[in-house]
Nanobody, 119 residues
Framework: VQLQASGGGLVQAGGSLRLSCAAS????????MGWFRQAPGKEREVVAR????????YYLDSVKGRFTISRDNAENTVYLQMNSLKPEDTAIYYC?????????????WGQGTQVTVSN
């Protein structure tokens, strides 16, 4: 499965962005999906995951209440709505398919999209 992330950009603190991850090659409905991020000098971390059926989600503690992961299996797309953004959210964000844990492991990875939050 090929994944294409988009929607990143530069935003002021307190602002919002919506990331999208479009899949091709295979239907996403078979996969748990996730969003991950990696800031300069830091390890990649799981931001959010959503189960294949959308029945379960997982969020990094620091984004709970601000970020929402969702999916549209009919559109083969996964989203990450990011509200109340903080400078510490600045990172390259990646979407990935497969896997279910709080470690940054997945079977398929998309290219990253840069999110920069300014003060």
């Amino acid at each position: 499965v090929q994944l294409q992330a988009s929607g990143g950009g530069l935003v002021q603190a307190g602002g919002s962005l919506r990331l999208s991850c479009a899949a091709s090659g295979r239907p996403l409905s078979s996969y748990h999906m996730g969003w991950f991020r990696q800031a300069p000098g830091k390890e990649r971390e799981v931001v959010a995951r959503i189960s294949a059926s959308s029945s379960s989600t997982y969020y990094l503690d620091s984004v709970k209440g601000r970020f929402t992961i969702s999916r549209d299996n009919a559109e083969n797309t996964v989203y990450l709505q990011m509200n109340s953004l903080k400078p510490e959210d600045t990172a390259i964000y990646y979407c990935a398919a497969g896997g279910w844990s709080n470690t940054p492991r997945a079977d398929y990875w998309g290219q990253g999209t840069q999110v920069t939050v300014s003060n």
